[in-house]
Structures are given as structure tokens and as C-alpha cells.
């Protein structure tokens, strides 16, 4: 035998001895109890499970982050953006004006309310009074109190509003979680199609609408359960044959700015979780059966034919989830007493009946409301600010605090707190009322 | 000439004033018609209708033990209405005119309205001064109708009675101060018994009269009843109200509830159809609602027509159902509207899926609606009903 095929013949026959051992390996109870102290492996107790340590790309370190990008948070995003702060945006759906536009509640309701001279007069001014005076000058806008405007119309005005403001938008993007030091939030863990990645800012601005970033911060909030409906429109409202033999006035929803549209509210279920995840599934198939099959009636009515369900909302209709219990909570007292406050960021109007002292009070002639800075400024939290229906109220003033207006209002002044924040080189708590209210006048807005 | 601080006039002036005070429509509601209370006439007929004390009734039997030892206490110090009257008389344009051509009514008035009230019908209980007096500063509490205001004019009438007929209210008619010489008489004949005393020709041959007085008292109070077909009528009184067969005839119409509803949904009944309920308090719900944290028409009710109520009891109080009309309920029509909802502080409105509209839509729960009108207030397109309760067979 020549010493080179003894040396090969040793060396497989070394081989083939250390493969069976090879492929013996398996990972063993103990192995993987052991796995807790280095992290290699999720160890799943019961029915939760240990994350693994990972390191997460930071995306951008940014001034101004705002989460969240419906009526409050792109009047947030834009407000900000123009006092010059770098501003990043945060969405999850692939439009602007959230509830509003996608959500397809389409009046800006509470644009009236009533002065101390008993005059009824707009409330609604600066970046969402620009947003209003945009859509009606692209004729997308009906009705002067309270106006119903066009989704498709809303999307473009707010998108073209936030490019000419320079807000940097992240659409398609979740915000995740929140990475806290201390009482300070450094920034936010957001998941999208490029996977898990962080945004570092020194302001947060929580515009999720429901809290979503207050609550993990471990502020404290109210939990209300309220209805939950889904919005639809019908198509070809206008060609309605009244001549057919059976016909029957059938309910065809409100008027809109696009001839033959008719948007069709839904009050839905009440005492509903709004974060809860099971809970809006359950109710998106419910609902989405429910509106067709009241579509299909309509369309079986004599004279009927034509209509047809030209879309549902891209959201679920989450009147209020959580509400934020902050330095200043308002109430329905404050609201009709003409309460003014020092540090007003913005004035609301109304848009329902109420009771108060015993009587009624019809929406004409309810007051005007202002909007102190302290109920957008969570307790614990240092350097973040709460916009939009999760700001901070009482329970009896929801109906006037999770509208369109209010959001776009208290966006607009969380936007400039941020902006003046950033700019003073100040901590969101400690920025000078006086200041603010005099960026917050030359931004447009109106406070009284 | 010494002059006297004491003098029982003045006292009576002091008094009257006081009266006048407590009797307007002013802040005081748990105070107002303070006056009514002291009158043991009303005392008496309520305690005999209704067989039962309330802790207001101290003040009247105070004033019972007093007009017992004293001959006509309560009109020589307290009554501002015979302060009044001697007032007027002092201005008569009869001065000399006789009393005594003018028979005495009042002890026959006032034991017939006891009788009457023992077999269920409080006869003239509406004579009392006190609930004249009330009655007429009422008027002064918002904006009444001509028929309230000409309803309520009984003490000005009294006093005007005066210019002509000096003294006659208090000596002849007055059934307050007929109870009051009742219980003089009854006085004089314990002291008879006990020290063989003269007997006092003041109350000489009534004895035959009031024998009279109180056969027509019970037969009035067992027959008139029957004649007033008063249940026929259903009204939404205020809340722990007595059926309205006894509620029209022991409600002295003193309008105290008027005065003391915070929220002034109490008003008097002007429905001419039902002329036995004339001017007794209903409630309506055009403005307002019954308030839930209040009690104050039960607090200040001298008779007991409406009888006082705890807050906590209010709750199981019936006093009108709400009716939702869904033609043209807001929600129906799949707009954003829960007011009725949130107005309820009973939690009796719920809103729901209804399969026969195909819609979400307030319902009410009959069992935890006490009616207090507040949804019927808020709602916007008013299309929520308040309606007695007897109605749907309570």
C-alpha cells in the first residue's frame, strides 16, 4: 500500500468516526434552560415569551417626532416643521388625516362656537383653518358651519401642506414601542416593511389617538369603552328612479362635495374596547357583512339599481379610547363657563345638545371652549406632548374632545410647543406660555 | 306713655314680615312657604288624611299646645294674614260697622273640613290663611298666565273684603282661628269639670251648630268623593306624589313646590278639563328636568300631597316614563347622537341594535326609568315623550 492511500484510507476512516457523534446532536432540557442567561433562544413560560436580545438600526435622530398622522398629528408634523424644527412624521396607512380622510369622517365638525357677545363665529383658524380654506378653494368643501369635505381632496391637501413644510413622513410604519430613560423618552421603536428600527428625537408628540406612546410611557390615563362603527359611502346616490313601480325612499346617507355621494355614518356598538385587538377584528367582519348586506337591500328597492358601495373606511371608527390624565384635565364645566386660561393654545367649538345646570343647551348656542397647554402635557413624562382625541378631559366633555376640529386645533399647538421647544433649547414643560402663544398667533391661529 | 317692645303686634309685625320673606320666590328653597308649617290647621288635616308625622310638623304642634293654653295665639302673634286684615280694617270705609250682624262661620268651617277629612275628603283645607297667603306670592315667581294670577288673588280679595266689612275674615270665616276657639271651648269645659266654673257665654247654643257642622263634614266626605272622578284624569305630578284622587283634594295649592324646584319644572295645572285638579302642581319638561341630587318639592309640601323623599330613594320614585318616538330619533337616521344616553343618570337608556329598523337605537328600560325628563330635555330633535306613568299599567 503506498503511504498516500494509508494516509487518505486514516483519514476517512477519522472522519466517519467523529460524524456519528455529529449527528447525535439535539438540545437538551438542561441546554435549554440554560439558554435564559445568554439570550440565544426565546424561553416561553405559559403563554408569554421572553423577547431575544437584538440590536435595532437607528433610523434617524431627529428634533421634532411626531406619531401618528391624522388630523392632529399632521397639524403636529406641519406646526413644528415651519418653526424650523427637523421633523419626522410616523403613520401606518398610506394617507394623511387618519379618521378624517381614510376614516371617512368627513365633517370638520365643531367649527362654530358661540363668544361672550352671543355671536356665533369660527373657532377654527391656523394650519387646520388653512387645511379648511385649501379644500374649499379646490371646491371640495360644502356647507359653511361644520363643513363635510372630500377624503380623496383632504388626503392631497394635508400631503401637499406637509411637503411644502418639510415634515419627513414614514408611511407604511407602526410605531412599536417606546425606548425610555428615566422619565425621558430618547425615542421610538417603529416595525415596517424593512423590519424594526428606532427614531431618535428630543420631542415625542403622541398623536395615535389612542394614547398608544403615553401608555407605554406608564402615564396615567382613563380607559373609556364607547361605540365603534365603520363609515361607508354609497356611488350614485343621484340616480334614484323615482318613477319605478314599488318604489321606496330608502336612507342613501349625507350629501358630499362629489355629486351622486352620500356618506353613511354608523354609530355601532357601544361599551366597545378601542385597543383592543380582538375586539376590532371581531367588529371589522361584522361590519363589513353588515354594510354590504344593507347595500344589497337598497340596491333590491325598486328604483335603487344603480346605487352601489363605492368604499368602506380604512379604519375602524374608534370614537375614544384612552384618555390622558394630565397637568390640566377640562371639563364640561370649563367648556361652558368661557373659562380662560393663561396658556390657551387653541379655541374649540361645539357641535351638541347638552345638559348643564338642568338645561338644555342646543349646539347653536353652546360656547366657545379654550384649550389650556397644561391638558396636552402628560404628569411623568418629560419631553412628551399628548394631540388629538386622547388629550387631556373629563369623561363628560368627550363628545366636544375627540372631534376633527379639537384635533386639529390642540395638533397645532403641541406643533409649536415642539417647534419653540426645540428652538429655546427647553424641556416641553418649562417653555414660556407668553412665547408660545405668539408663535402659535403668527402660525395663524386664533386665541380669542 | 310706656311704650312696650313686646306688644303681641309687634311681635305679629315682626311676624308677618318674615312670612312675607319665606312666602316670596326667592333663594331659599328648602325654606320656601316656611309659614305653612305653623299652621295646625293643615297640620291637623294632613295627620288625619295621610295618618302620619313628618319631622316638620313639630313647629304646627307647637303651635296646637300654644293656641291651647292661649286663646288665639297663632293670630295674635304669628298670622301675617290677620295682620293684614287688621291693617286694611284700620282704613274701612265702614268703621262702625257691627260685627256681630255677621253669623260665625268659622268653628262650624273648621270642624266640618276635620270631619269631612276623617272620612277622606279635607273639606276646607283650602281656606286655611296660611295657604291663601302662599298661594298669592306665588304669582311673583316667573311669569304666570292670567288665570294663575287671578286663581292666586285670594288674599288680595281678603283684604280688599276688609275695606268693606271690617274684621270679618278673622272673627267670622277664618277655620284657623275657628280651631283655634275649639280648642278654647274645649279648654273652658276642663276647666267647667275641674273648678265648677261660670260657663262662658261666649260659646253659648254653639253646641247645636257644630253638631250640624260635623254631619255635613261626614257626609260631604263620604259622598262628594265619588262625584270627582279625579283618576280618570293622568297628570305627571312631582316626584313621591299622592294618587291624584287624594293629591287634588289635600293639596292646599300653596305652590311651595312651584317655588322650591330649582329648575322650575313645576308649574300649576291650568287644564280646564279637570277643574278638580285646578292649579295644583304638574310637571313639565319643556325646559328642564328633574334634577337627580334634589328633593326640595317633598321637603317643603305642608299637607304631604308630595312627601318628602330621601336623594337615595329618588331613584326608585316613578314619576313619568320616557317614550322614544324612533321616526325621528337622530340615530335612526345614522347620525352621531347619544345624548339620551349620556343625559341618563339611571342608566335606563341603552342603545341598541333594533332588527326592525336595521339600525342602532335607544331603548328604554320601564324598570329603571324613574322620568326625570332629562333625555326628553336633550334630545335634539325633541322626539322623546315623558308621560305618566299609569299609563303603561303601573
Known sequence: ?448 | MKRHLFTSNKIRLVSSALAVVFALPLFWKGLAGLYTWFSPFILLHSVIVLKSFVWMNFPGMVVLVFSFMRKRWFCRYMCPVGYGCDLVSKYSIRRNFKLSRVPDFSKGLAIASLVAAAAGLPLFILLDPMALFHGFFSVFSGNKPFWVIVSFSGLPVLLAIHLFIPGVWCARICPLGGLQDLFGMARQTIRKTRSEKKRNSEFKGSGRRLFIASGLGIASGLLIPRYLHTSSYQRIRPPASLPSDLFNVLCIRCSNCVKACPTQIIDNNTDTSDPVAWMTPVVHFENSYCLENCNFCGRVCPTGAISPFSIDAKKKIVMALAVVHLEACLLTKRSECDRCKEACKYDAIKIEYLAEKNQMAPVVDNDKCIGCGACAVICPPFTIDMIPPEEIGF
Request: glycine letters at 12%; proline letters at 4%; charged letters at 25%.
Open chain 1, 1 to 448: 500500500m503506498q503511504r498516500r492511500n494509508f494516509l487518505t484510507r486514516l483519514m476517512l476512516a477519522g472522519g466517519a468516526f467523529t460524524l456519528g457523534p455529529a449527528c447525535g446532536r439535539r438540545i437538551n432540557l438542561e441546554q435549554t434552560e440554560s439558554s435564559e442567561a445568554n439570550g440565544d433562544l426565546s424561553l416561553i413560560t405559559g403563554n408569554r415569551i421572553t423577547e431575544p436580545e437584538r440590536q435595532i438600526p437607528v433610523l434617524a435622530e431627529t428634533d421634532v417626532l411626531v406619531i401618528g398622522g391624522g388630523p392632529s398629528g399632521a397639524a403636529a408634523a406641519i406646526a413644528a416643521s415651519r418653526t424650523g424644527a427637523e421633523t419626522w412624521l410616523v403613520e401606518r396607512y398610506n394617507h394623511l388625516g387618519g379618521l378624517w380622510t381614510g376614516g371617512l369622517v368627513l365633517p370638520l365638525l365643531s367649527t362654530h362656537g358661540v363668544d361672550k357677545e352671543n355671536n356665533r363665529r369660527q373657532v377654527i383658524h391656523g394650519i387646520g383653518g388653512e387645511m379648511s380654506q385649501r379644500l374649499k378653494a379646490v371646491g371640495m368643501s360644502i356647507d359653511e358651519i361644520n363643513p363635510v369635505i372630500d377624503p380623496e381632496a383632504a388626503k392631497y391637501v394635508i400631503e401637499e401642506m406637509a411637503r411644502e413644510a418639510g415634515v419627513k413622513v414614514l408611511y407604511h410604519t407602526w410605531c412599536a414601542n417606546v425606548i425610555m430613560d428615566g422619565p425621558t423618552i430618547q425615542g421610538i421603536f417603529v416595525e415596517n416593511k424593512s423590519g424594526r428600527m428606532a427614531l431618535l428625537a428630543k420631542v415625542v408628540i403622541d398623536c395615535t389617538g389612542d394614547g398608544d406612546i403615553f401608555h407605554w410611557a406608564g402615564d396615567s390615563y382613563d380607559l373609556m369603552k364607547y361605540h365603534i362603527g365603520l363609515v361607508h359611502r354609497l356611488g350614485n346616490v343621484d340616480r334614484i328612479d323615482t318613477g319605478k313601480p314599488g318604489y321606496q325612499p330608502m336612507s342613501l346617507g349625507e350629501p358630499t362635495p362629489v355629486p351622486g355621494v352620500g356618506w353613511v355614518n354608523m354609530r355601532g356598538k357601544d361599551d366597545q374596547n378601542g385597543v383592543d385587538a380582538l375586539t376590532l377584528s371581531e367588529l371589522q367582519t361584522e361590519y363589513r357583512l353588515k354594510i354590504w348586506e344593507d347595500v344589497q337591500k337598497i340596491r333590491q328597492t325598486p328604483g335603487h339599481e344603480k346605487v352601489f358601495l363605492l368604499d368602506t373606511a380604512s379604519q375602524l371608527g374608534v370614537r375614544v379610547s384612552r384618555i390622558l390624565e394630565g397637568e390640566y384635565r377640562l371639563s364640561l364645566e370649563d367648556s361652558m363657563t368661557y373659562k380662560s386660561f393663561d396658556d390657551v393654545i387653541g379655541i374649540c367649538g361645539a357641535w351638541t345638545t347638552m345638559l348643564y345646570k338642568g338645561k338644555r343647551v342646543a349646539p347653536a348656542q353652546r360656547p366657545m371652549w379654550q384649550i389650556p397647554y397644561r391638558s396636552l402635557l402628560p404628569k411623568k413624562t418629560e419631553n412628551l406632548l399628548v394631540a388629538g382625541r386622547c388629550f387631556s378631559y373629563e369623561r363628560d366633555l368627550v363628545e366636544d374632545g375627540r372631534i376633527i376640529g379639537t384635533a386639529l386645533i390642540t395638533g397645532h399647538g403641541a406643533g409649536a410647543a415642539a417647534g419653540l421647544a426645540i428652538k429655546e433649547r427647553e424641556s416641553v414643560k418649562n417653555i414660556d406660555a407668553d412665547k408660545l402663544k405668539k408663535l402659535l398667533k403668527a402660525q395663524g391661529a386664533w386665541l380669542g
